[in-house]
């Protein structure tokens, strides 16, 4: 399965960005199937975002609830809807699924919010 994450960019601190993963195959197939988002940022260590299951079912990380939301658009699509963006959520975007045939990951998408 290959991951392709986009919609990184510049934006100011307060502002909103959508980012897009598209697989290269339906990952919301089986109930145990998911998909979701993790960012890593300079010197720390990747954090895992959130998550959205073939049920719908989400989790958030406590750093991005209430800002943040996941959603599935289709069986091979999920976005991040980011608002209030903050300096510190400047990071290396990466999605992933995870399938009782592996875990997979995307190459990643950078984004900056600017102070």
């Known amino acids: 399965v290959q991951l392709q994450a986009s919609g990184g960019g510049l934006v100011q601190a307060g502002g909103s960005l959508r980012l897009s993963c598209l697989a290269s195959?339906?990952?919301?197939?089986?109930?145990?199937?998911?998909m979701g988002w993790y960012r890593q940022a300079p010197g720390k260590e990747r954090e895992l975002l959130a998550s959205?299951?073939?049920?719908?079912?989400t989790n958030y990380a406590d750093s991005v609830k209430d800002r943040f939301t996941i959603s599935r658009v289709a069986k091979n699509t999920i976005y991040l809807h980011m608002n209030s963006l903050k300096p510190e959520d400047t990071a290396v975007y990466y999605c992933?699924?995870?399938?009782?045939?592996?875990?997979?990951w995307g190459q990643g998408t950078l984004v900056t919010v600017s102070s």
């Open positions: 992933y699924a995870d399938t009782l045939t592996g875990a997979f």
């Open positions: 195959r339906d990952i919301f197939t089986f109930n145990s199937h998911s």
């Open positions: 959205i299951t073939t049920g719908g079912v």
